[in-house]
Nanobody, 123 residues
């Protein structure tokens, strides 16, 4: 019974920042890669960022490179997504996910998912 609880979404102005958190319980956090995905209304859920088990490797979608930063604190069993320079096109429901692997960038590779947190960026 692995549980992921993501939080931190809200309304923010274009150019602003937001920090999402994902608290994980029920498994050995440090053995799981973590990822963030997002889904806008009427669109497919898309990959945003991923981080390896130890935090040594990260990977980002081209659309967020240079603006978003994924991190993790294994002592707190928590992953984060720092979002800076937000744009209206970043508006979506954001989901964190955990995978029993080193680093995963595709949706089928993730076994566990958070409930989602809504991010709205005003123009």
């Amino acid at each position: 019974q692995v549980q992921l609880v993501d939080s931190g979404g809200g309304l923010v102005q274009a150019g602003g920042s937001l920090r999402l958190s994902c608290a994980v319980s029920g498994h050995t956090f440090s053995t799981y890669a973590m990822g963030w995905f997002r889904q806008a209304p009427g669109k497919e859920r898309e990959f945003v960022a991923a981080i390896s088990q130890s935090g040594g490797s990260t990977y980002y979608a081209d659309s967020v490179k240079g603006r978003f930063t994924i991190s993790r604190d294994n002592a707190r069993n928590t992953a984060y997504l720092q979002m800076d320079s937000l744009k209206p096109e970043d508006t979506a429901d954001y989901y964190c996910a955990a995978a029993r692997a080193y680093l995963v960038t595709t949706r089928p590779g993730y076994a566990y998912w958070g409930q989602g947190t809504q991010v709205t960026v005003s123009s």
